[in-house]
């Protein structure tokens, strides 16, 4: 077995933690056996027995509570663990871990820390003889395993623990692969981090999107434990892992009971976005979380209000597109301060013969209610008819002051329709947290509608850089303070790119990234008539590919059209938020649209052209 080593450690340590991890998928596999013996597929039960019913009842929810510790620890096989730290307690203290997402009690009558401790941290908490055998990355033990430990010590329960060391491992299928000591109080402090860009190396193998538990850096970790209630901007160059950080927040907030999945919501720049993370999501277990673009959005906040039109309904029905086929200059008019103010004002009569009708119906209403009672309590029929409550269509095609929206469902066009019936109807209650990505495209307007309809806490996630277009979109996250009071954190490492193709972007665009992702990168150049031969020997190696073009460069998009096998071809905007192992940007772009091009590719950037 070939194994990695940092300068400090020796054979006899990496054997040494052959048999801890030997015992882990002993008990992993004693504690699968003994949880799927319960019995219950024998259980049959008297269904004319309301007793016997109810005692069913109770032992299929703790069966299928046993069914998803079962399937935690199954995943847990390949890697129960990533890291291992050695403790001394400088203050003998009994402190208790957070409980897993499946395992709903108190430890603190069985986790107390001897006086030196081995912490084993893994993506999820492990149990075994009601002892805890691997910690959770989310608890808050088991979290520290992201401190820079820059004093030799870790605070927890308001205690200190003096660090011995740290090491981090390679497990992949049951097998150790690699081991790495990156923090030894004997020799001075923290070792340079192989670990991390081992990593990255086996995590592109997997030609997939996948989370970053084992090596999710600490500042990084600050930002995904910040408090549930924190409203918060979080800024950072392309690669730096803002993605990752929003969907490891919801697993670190769930999985500490500061938010209910199903109370929040993932708002995405597309649906190609929504698909590109799935992996993850699944990986991380928060599917529970919604996940909408903003477009769909807007829609479900109509159709949660009752005073609109069933002929509304019916339209909203249709899927729901981005603003692609809009003209800029129409998609910018959408979300500006003189189109609103022109339709509030032309709604004005609308909004007051509604309030009329709305008045009318409830004097009726009150009035069928009382005929209602008196009939009840006289024992006769009632022939009072319930009136029906008054509904509003807006119908945006009569107004000329418009500009042209075409018949789709647009984005602009459910921002316009959800602006009118707010102010038509009033504002919908929308309590769900909010974590938006890109956030960088989106119109200060349409922040101050959600901010308007919203009552929970709101993060945004984003690189003001990577704004397409320098007057489409937020401009700058410091204007959010006018909504929330918010925070803001930055983070200018890329991890994402290769080096050389970081190198690249900053010398082509003037910038300033710092590069901690592999070596190994190509930037190449390659015309036109020899793309469709590239692509193709780039997908022959496995790799995930894309042919990014910028839609207003016409000669780019009539050489790519051919090329969309697998859906591969994809205007600049299209692709944002998403990676590839190999990249091909055609064309003529501006500087912002190489930005975000150029750094969609993980190894291998060719730029194209006609010449």
């Given at each position: 077995m ?7 450690f020796n ?25 799927e ?14 007793r ?5 009842r ?32 400088i203050n ?18 069985f ?23 691997v ?39 049951g097998?150790?692969h ?21 990593m ?14 084992p ?35 919801l ?5 500490n ?39 769909e ?13 069933s ?10 597109s981005s ?5 800029a200059?129409t ?16 709604l ?20 069928y ?12 029929a ?9 509904t ?46 890109e ?15 919203t ?11 990577q ?5 489409c ?6 204007a ?11 983070l200018n ?17 003037g910038?300033?990234v ?11 150049h ?30 780019a ?11 591969c ?34 190894s291998e950037?060719y ?5």
């Amino acid at each position: 077995m070939d194994f990695f080593q940092s300068d400090n450690f020796n054979a006899e340590e990496i054997a040494e933690e052959r048999e801890p991890l030997k015992r882990t998928l002993e008990a992993i596999r004693n504690r699968i056996s003994a949880l799927e013996n319960d019995g219950f597929d024998y259980r049959s039960v008297d269904m004319y027995d309301e007793r016997d019913i109810e005692e069913y009842r109770t032992d299929k929810f703790r069966h299928d509570a046993r069914r998803r510790e079962i399937e935690i620890l199954e995943n847990a096989r390949s890697t129960p663990y990533f890291a291992r730290m050695k403790l001394k307690q400088i203050n003998a203290v009994k402190r208790s871990d957070s409980p897993s997402m499946t395992k709903a009690r108190s430890l603190s009558d069985f986790d107390v820390m001897p006086v030196e401790a081995d912490i084993y941290v893994g993506a999820n908490v492990i149990y075994y003889k009601d002892k805890i055998i691997v910690y959770s990355h989310n608890s808050p033990l088991g979290n520290r395993i992201y401190d820079r430990f820059e004093n030799g010590a870790i605070e927890y329960g308001g205690y200190e623990y003096e660090v011995i060391f740290r090491r981090k491992f390679d497990i992949r299928g049951g097998v150790l692969h690699a081991v790495f000591q990156d923090y030894s109080k004997e020799n001075g402090g923290v070792v340079y981090d192989k670990f991390l860009a081992h990593m990255l190396a086996v995590k592109r193998g997997d030609k997939r999107l996948t989370d970053i538990i084992p090596t999710i850096q600490a500042n990084q970790n600050a930002i995904i434990t910040r408090p549930a209630d924190e409203n918060c901007v979080v800024a950072g160059c392309a690669g730096c892992g803002k993605t990752m950080i929003l969907l490891q927040r919801l697993e670190y907030l769930s999985f500490n009971r500061k938010i209910e999945l199903d109370n929040a919501l993932v708002v995405c720049p597309s649906k190609r976005y929504i698909e590109h993370i799935q992996p993850v999501v699944d990986d991380l277990m928060i599917g529970a979380a919604a996940r909408l673009t903003l477009g769909e959005l807007y829609k479900s906040l109509i159709l949660s209000m009752s005073g609109v039109h069933s002929r509304v309904r019916r339209k909203l029905a249709a899927d729901v597109s981005s603003d692609a086929n809009l003209s800029a200059a129409t998609v910018k008019a959408c979300y500006g301060d003189g189109v609103k103010r022109k339709l509030i004002a032309a709604l004005k009569p609308v909004k007051h013969a509604y309030s009329a009708r709305l008045e009318e119906y409830r004097r009726r209403l009150s009035a069928y209610e009382s005929e209602l009672g008196w009939a009840r309590n006289a024992r006769v029929a009632s022939s009072a008819e319930k009136p029906k409550a008054p509904t509003v269509d807006v119908e945006l095609e009569k107004f000329a002051f418009l500009p042209p929206l075409g018949s789709g469902l647009s984005k602009a066009k459910l921002y316009l329709l959800l602006t009118a019936y707010c102010y038509i109807l009033g504002k919908p209650r929308f309590d769900k947290a909010l974590f938006i990505d890109e956030g960088q495209e989106y119109y200060l307007n349409e922040y101050r509608l959600l901010a308007e309809c919203t009552r929970a806490t709101v993060n945004v996630y984003g690189d003001e850089n990577q704004q397409l277009d320098s007057e489409c979109g937020i401009g700058d996250f410091a204007a959010l303070g006018e909504l929330w009071d918010i925070s803001r954190y930055s983070l200018n490492e890329n991890y994402r790119n290769a080096r050389e193709i970081t190198a690249y972007v900053n010398t082509l665009l003037g910038m300033d990234v710092t590069s901690l992702g592999l070596d190994g990168g190509t930037v190449g150049h390659i015309d036109y008539d020899g793309l469709a031969e590239a692509v193709n020997a780039a997908r022959s190696r496995g790799n995930r590919v894309a042919v990014i073009y910028s839609p207003d460069d016409k000669t780019a998009e009539a050489a790519v059209r051919g090329l969309n096998a697998d859906g591969c071809v994809c205007t600049v905007k299209e692709c944002k938020g998403l990676e590839y192992e190999c990249v091909f940007a055609c064309g003529e772009m501006s500087a912002r649209e190489r930005y975000v091009a150029y750094t969609r590719a993980l190894s291998e950037l060719y730029i194209c052209s006609d010449k």
